[in-house]
């Protein structure tokens, strides 16, 4: 630091933040994701594309399968693929809105969950328009269910790991 001849300390001043870069940096994996589920939302990802290439597999795996029992598991693991991709989502989301922000893990789970639901809102209502794809309901639901389990988690995990950094000593703040 550099003292001036009155003995005070020269204030040197901090640069000027880019909020947008801040917020980019934040927020573009999120963004990323969400552009991600926007192309699966597309025809090119309906069920009668998806069933090209899952039931020659699940065929492949299970060839004692009777055809309706694949057309199940088709129908199951499309479901399975809602929870997951808003799991993923849900977690992008959590990380851009904690990043430089304190505050209660479960008010930005909250925040999380409702982005999510609201993404998957009007994902569907896109859906409506996509030639040979149709909204449901129990979509948004299945969506909302893996932003959810996602945050309950990741609280988990934190609490977990919280726990065994304090046991460790290394959570514990010095006297």
Same mark, same amino acid.
């Given at each position: 630091?550099? $003292?001036?001849?009155?003995?005070?300390?020269?204030?040197?001043?901090?640069?000027?933040?880019?909020?947008?870069?801040?917020?980019? #940096?934040?927020?573009?994996?999120?963004?990323?994701?969400?552009?991600?589920?926007?192309?699966?939302? $597309?025809?090119?990802?309906?069920?009668?594309?998806?069933?090209?290439?899952?039931?020659?597999?699940?065929?492949?795996?299970?060839?004692?399968?009777?055809?309706?029992?694949?057309?199940?598991?088709?129908?199951?693991?499309? #479901?399975?693929?809602?929870?997951?991709?808003?799991?993923?989502?849900?977690?992008?989301?959590?990380?851009?809105?904690?990043?430089?922000?304190?505050?209660?893990?479960?008010?930005?789970?909250?925040?999380?969950?409702?982005?999510?639901?609201?993404?998957? $809102?009007?994902?569907?209502?896109?859906?409506?328009?996509?030639?040979?794809? $149709?909204?449901?309901?129990?979509?948004?639901?299945?969506?909302?269910?893996?932003?959810?389990?996602?945050?309950?988690?990741?609280?988990?995990?934190?609490?977990?790991?919280?726990?065994?950094?304090?046991?460790?000593?290394?959570?514990?703040?010095?006297?």
């Amino acid at each position: 630091m550099n $003292t001036p001849a009155n003995g005070f300390p020269r204030l040197v001043p901090k640069p000027p933040v880019d909020r947008f870069n801040e917020w980019l #940096k934040r927020w573009l994996p999120a963004l990323i994701w969400a552009v991600v589920i926007w192309v699966l939302s $597309t025809s090119v990802f309906g069920d009668a594309h998806t069933s090209r290439f899952i039931l020659p597999l699940l065929h492949w795996l299970f060839p004692a399968l009777p055809q309706g029992e694949l057309l199940s598991w088709h129908h199951v693991i499309r #479901k399975v693929a809602h929870v997951a991709v808003y799991f993923v989502f849900s977690l992008l989301i959590s990380r851009a809105v904690r990043l430089g922000h304190p505050g209660s893990r479960w008010r930005f789970a909250l925040v999380a969950v409702a982005l999510v639901a609201a993404y998957a $809102t009007v994902d569907e209502i896109h859906q409506s328009f996509v030639p040979g794809r $149709t909204a449901a309901v129990e979509d948004v639901a299945l969506d909302v269910v893996g932003g959810a389990a996602a945050q309950v988690v990741a609280g988990l995990l934190a609490f977990w790991w919280g726990g065994r950094r304090r046991d460790a000593g290394l959570g514990s703040k010095p006297e």
